[in-house]
Structures are given as structure tokens and as C-alpha cells.
């Protein structure tokens, strides 16, 4: 099978974690920022994740891929969803979005390689949150808001064993938080961070934090 990508996206990154933690084999195929033509001859439309199956046919929404893959053999999803966690998510997304968006136009991903895909990749988030300098700019602020939340989820996780759809959708989170220097994270998160890591050999992005 290959999977379709952008070594940034957390949505990206939900497919990439559900191959490694069930150790299946999966050809990573990265498109470029501003590379129309392969996702809309895909899917139809321009968005990754894109999981192509073995009988050639196209899995194009992040969730979908990773129930698909959960499938194969045992499934390994199995704790009950945890609304609390859930709204976690949800509520700290728009703020953790104007934090992690300015850094990741700077990033190093493959899929901003060239000057062309970078401009192409700053060019499309500035349309959707104006001034990503300005944006940049409110970094206290935001970290301000974010602190907080990360202490609160540190309870949440206290006594969390297993494996659910809830880490799918937050671990990508925590991990484009990740890029973000001056977030602290407490140490029940860091641990869950760095464990979920090693188990799905989707990496952290500490290494680029800026």
C-alpha cells in the first residue's frame, strides 16, 4: 500500500501512526506543496492523507484510512472513546493552530524541499489566518493559553493504558505542539508523547522547535 503525504500534517500523521503501531509495511509517497494534479487525479480533490490500496483504489479521509488499516488482522483500537479527551481536542485546537502554522512554514518537511512549494505552502495558510509574522508575533499570548490546557490533560492521561481512537486524534496534536519552543509540556504528557513515538516510528518534532 501507499500512503500519500505531507510530513507536517497532523492529519497526515494519524495514517502514519496507525501502520507503525500495528507494524505494517507502507510506501510513504510525500506531495509537494502546491502539487495539485496528483491528489485531484486521486481523489478528486486536493488533500492528503491518500491511502492507495492494493487493488488500486483510493482511501482519501484520515480517519476512514485509519479504521481501514485497524482491519487488517487484530485491531488494536480498542479502549472506548473518552469524551473528555475528545473535547480536549477540540478546544485546544484553534489556539495550538496559531502557534504551530508560523513555525511550519519555516520548517524542514519534504514537501516544502523547494522555494516554490514553500511560497506555495505560505501563500495558503496566510489565506486562511492572515499575517503569519503577525501570528508569530502573539506567541506569549498563545503559549499562555496553551500551558494550562497541557497541565489539565496530564490528569486526563494519569491512568490511561491501551490504545483508542482518541490518541489517533490527539497524539498529532501534541505533536505539531511539539515544534513550538516555549510550550511546557508536563512530564505525564512528555512521557506519553515519547512513548506513542517509539511505538508508532513517527517522530517528534522537538529537533525543529522554534
Given at each position: 500500500?501507499?500512503?500519500?503525504i505531507?510530513?507536517?500534517?497532523?492529519?497526515?500523521?494519524?495514517?502514519?501512526?496507525?501502520?507503525?503501531?500495528?507494524?505494517?509495511?507502507?510506501?510513504?509517497?510525500?506531495?509537494?506543496?502546491?502539487?495539485?494534479?496528483?491528489?485531484?487525479?486521486?481523489?478528486?480533490?486536493?488533500?492528503v492523507?491518500?491511502?492507495?490500496?492494493?487493488?488500486?483504489?483510493?482511501?482519501?479521509?484520515?480517519?476512514?484510512?485509519?479504521?481501514?488499516?485497524?482491519?487488517?488482522?487484530?485491531?488494536?483500537?480498542?479502549?472506548?472513546?473518552d469524551e473528555?479527551?475528545?473535547?480536549?481536542?477540540?478546544?485546544?485546537?484553534?489556539?495550538?493552530?496559531?502557534?504551530?502554522?508560523?513555525?511550519?512554514?519555516?520548517?524542514?518537511?519534504?514537501?516544502?524541499?523547494?522555494?516554490?512549494?514553500?511560497?506555495?505552502?505560505?501563500?495558503?495558510?496566510?489565506?486562511?489566518?492572515?499575517?503569519?509574522?503577525?501570528?508569530?508575533?502573539?506567541?506569549?499570548?498563545?503559549?499562555?493559553?496553551?500551558?494550562?490546557?497541557?497541565?489539565?490533560?496530564?490528569?486526563?492521561l494519569?491512568?490511561?493504558?491501551?490504545?483508542?481512537?482518541?490518541?489517533?486524534?490527539?497524539w498529532?496534536?501534541?505533536?505539531?505542539?511539539?515544534?513550538?519552543?516555549?510550550?511546557?509540556?508536563?512530564?505525564?504528557?512528555?512521557?506519553?508523547?515519547?512513548?506513542?513515538?517509539?511505538?508508532?516510528?513517527?517522530?517528534?518534532?522537538?529537533?525543529?522547535?522554534?
Amino acid at each position: 500500500m501507499k500512503l500519500y503525504i505531507y510530513e507536517h500534517c497532523p492529519f497526515c500523521t494519524r495514517a502514519r501512526m496507525i501502520f507503525g503501531l500495528k507494524s505494517l509495511p507502507v510506501d510513504l509517497q510525500v506531495i509537494m506543496e502546491g502539487d495539485f494534479e496528483t491528489p485531484t487525479r486521486l481523489i478528486g480533490k486536493k488533500a492528503v492523507p491518500i491511502l492507495g490500496k492494493d487493488d488500486g483504489t483510493y482511501i482519501g479521509e484520515s480517519l476512514d484510512i485509519v479504521r481501514y488499516v485497524d482491519d487488517i488482522g487484530a485491531k488494536i483500537l480498542v479502549m472506548p472513546p473518552d469524551e473528555a479527551l475528545g473535547t480536549w481536542v477540540q478546544e485546544i485546537w484553534p489556539t495550538a493552530l496559531k502557534l504551530f502554522i508560523p513555525r511550519f512554514v519555516e520548517g524542514d518537511f519534504a514537501e516544502l524541499a523547494t522555494s516554490q512549494a514553500r511560497k506555495a505552502y505560505r501563500h495558503r495558510e496566510e489565506q486562511a489566518f492572515g499575517d503569519l509574522d503577525l501570528l508569530r508575533g502573539a506567541t506569549t499570548a498563545l503559549i499562555a493559553e496553551v500551558n494550562p490546557r497541557l497541565e489539565a490533560l496530564a490528569t486526563l492521561l494519569e491512568d490511561r493504558k491501551g490504545l483508542g481512537i482518541n490518541d489517533i486524534t490527539l497524539w498529532p496534536v501534541l505533536r505539531c505542539l511539539s515544534i513550538v519552543r516555549d510550550v511546557n509540556f508536563p512530564n505525564k504528557v512528555s512521557s506519553y508523547m515519547h512513548r506513542l513515538s517509539q511505538e508508532s516510528g513517527v517522530d517528534l518534532l522537538f529537533a525543529q522547535s522554534r
